[in-house]
Structures are given as C-alpha cells and as structure tokens.
C-alpha cells in the first residue's frame, strides 16, 4: 500500500512564506510524477507545480514566480516553498503522485490535503 502523507500547511499573513511537504511511503519502485494541486472552496481542483521527471519542473502560470519545488529522492519527498502569498492561494493543498509500485502497477495517489490559509 502507497501513501502520500502531507506536513507543514497553516495561517500566515499576506506577503509571507510556507514551505509544504509530501512524502510517499510503502511499496514503490519509481515515482514519475510528482508534485502539488490545490482546491479552494467552492473552485475546482487546479495544478500548482511538479516535478514531471527526475528534473523537470512545471508550475500554474500563478505561482511560478513565487513558489518553488524541489525534492529529496532519497526520502521519496516533495517540498513546495510558497513565497509571497496571496490571499488567492488560500486553499487545502493536495500531493500528487504517478508512480510505479511494487507489484508493477502505475497508478495515481493523492494525499489527504493541508490546508494554507493566507490572512489580508
């Protein structure tokens, strides 16, 4: 069994930085993708920024100058650093990952969401 465990979302102040965290644990054997979507209340889930391979990345044209991510393969982790936040990026974020596990099945994980809230 994979799972994705998300750490590190709460409140801050407009103008301020959060770093979130993802880690995937359990049978797996590679990890394709991997990386963030974000849902806030009442909008659909969107893409915030992955990694799409072991070093490319790709961000929503409404973070790209603000958050960064990056990763420790080792601990099969994910980070998202969000600098400069918005009151828009106020959300429940949710790590994604594609990746092969242990008996040979790609397949889709989410974790259960943290929520980032940014104050005006």
């Known amino acids: 069994q994979v799972q994705l465990v998300e750490s590190g979302g709460g409140l801050v102040q407009a103008g301020g930085s959060l770093r979130v965290s993802c880690t995937a644990s359990?049978?797996?054997?590679?990890?394709?993708?991997m990386g963030w979507y974000r849902q806030a209340p009442g909008k659909q889930r969107e893409f915030v920024a992955a990694?799409?391979?072991?070093?490319?990345?790709n961000y929503a044209d409404s973070v790209k100058t603000r958050f960064t991510i990056s990763r420790d393969n080792a601990k099969n982790t994910v980070y998202l650093q969000m600098n400069s936040l918005k009151p828009e990026d106020t959300a429940v974020y949710y790590c994604?990952?594609?990746?092969?596990?242990?008996?040979?099945?790609?397949?889709?994980?989410w974790g259960q969401g943290t929520q980032v809230t940014v104050s005006s």
């Open positions: 994604h990952a594609n990746l092969l596990d242990g008996w040979g099945r790609r397949l889709n994980y």
């Open positions: 990694f799409t391979s072991s070093t490319s990345t």
């Open positions: 359990g049978s797996i054997s590679s990890i394709n993708v």
